[in-house]
């Protein structure tokens, strides 16, 4: 058991080393097993974290993710989250103001993350295998099941174009006007 874990430490800690050295602006934590974000990394990346802009947590053991995390990764462009057991965001996702893309696929979300709602450049939401419930906010027409996803309570949507394309909240509350894919099939 100790044997494992040391390696899984070495694997993490060779991972981060390379973005380091290498200048990448990925961090690629993928398949390491993590239940959470180790804290030691934050310390390691304190110099690049702005030049971090694609972070891969995918295939761990995560429940959550910090706001520690959140705001120290404030340029991410790309998190990929999938594979692991997460239920909720913190609110300081809404930060986020230059991710494109997030993958939440096969986590434990039952409601639809509405801190992504106000993220201005966000075009890609993937929810696939979650367990969201709710109504579809327009009729779904020639697009597939798993372009016309369940949205929180109150959120409108118009077909001009691309699914998802014209989604927002009521009153301004927040927008998802870039959005050109939103993925929630199961």
């Known amino acids: 058991m100790l044997k494992k874990m040391g390696e899984a430490v070495a694997r993490v800690a060779r991972k981060v080393n390379e973005t380091v050295e290498s200048g990448s602006d990925t961090l690629d934590l993928a398949e390491c097993k993590l239940v959470s974000f180790p804290i030691g990394i934050y310390k ?9 802009h694609v972070i891969t947590l995918a295939n761990n ?7 520690k995390f959140v705001t120290t990764f404030c340029q991410l462009r790309e998190l990929r989250l999938e594979g692991n057991f997460l239920h909720r965001l913190p609110n300081e996702v809404s930060t986020l103001q230059h991710l494109k ?13 509405e801190q992504l709602t106000t993220l201005p450049a966000l075009e890609t939401i993937n929810l696939e295998e979650n367990d969201i419930v709710g109504e579809r906010p327009w009729p779904c027409g020639p697009c597939s099941s798993s372009l016309c996803p369940p949205f929180p309570e109150g959120f409108t949507g118009h077909r001009r ?18 959005l050109r894919h939103l993925g929630t099939g199961h």
């Open 44 to 52: 390691v990346l304190r110099n690049v974290t702005d030049q971090i």
């Open 101 to 113: 893309a997030i993958n939440l696929s096969r986590n434990q979300f039952r409601d639809f993350p």
């Open 161 to 178: 174009g691309a699914p998802g394309s014209d989604l927002h909240r009521p009153e301004g509350k927040g927008e998802l006007s870039g």
């Open 61 to 67: 053991e995560l429940k959550s993710l910090t706001s």
